[in-house]
């Protein structure tokens, strides 16, 4: 008999959690609106951010053209390396003593 009670109880228990549990989970909950972020400046930084790191600051400007145009030379592509200091002859960046220092440097039969 004492089984019997237990028993009893325990269903009676099992059932109430199982009947509340149906109910709150058949439940809306009204969404809440998000805000569309469309501007990288409207993301938030944190102490963990990489966009408010120095080093993400670095802008195109900073780069010169005759390490970019290294690059192109270190893995065998001459022409994209012409190009690039051409395009910075051109737009006065370098001069044509630093074109012609750089391609005696990385060109000895120039």
Do not use: D, M, N, S
């Given at each position: 008999m004492?089984?019997?009670?237990?028993?009893?109880?325990?269903?009676?228990?099992?059932?109430?959690?199982?009947?509340l549990g149906m109910y709150f989970s058949g439940r809306k909950?009204?969404?809440k609106a998000r805000k569309k972020i469309t501007r990288p400046s409207e993301f938030p930084l944190s102490a963990f951010s990489v966009l408010d790191h120095p080093a993400a600051m670095v802008?195109?400007?900073q780069f010169s053209p005759q390490r970019e145009a290294e690059v192109y030379m270190t893995y065998?592509?001459?022409?994209?390396a012409e190009q690039v200091l051409n395009t910075a002859l051109r737009g006065k960046k370098v001069s044509a003593?630093?074109?012609?220092a750089f391609w005696k440097r990385y060109d000895p039969a120039a």
């Open positions: 004492k089984y019997a009670v237990t028993a009893v109880l325990f269903l009676i228990t099992f059932g109430a959690c199982f009947l909950r009204p969404k802008g195109q400007e065998g592509k001459r022409r994209e003593e630093e074109v012609t």
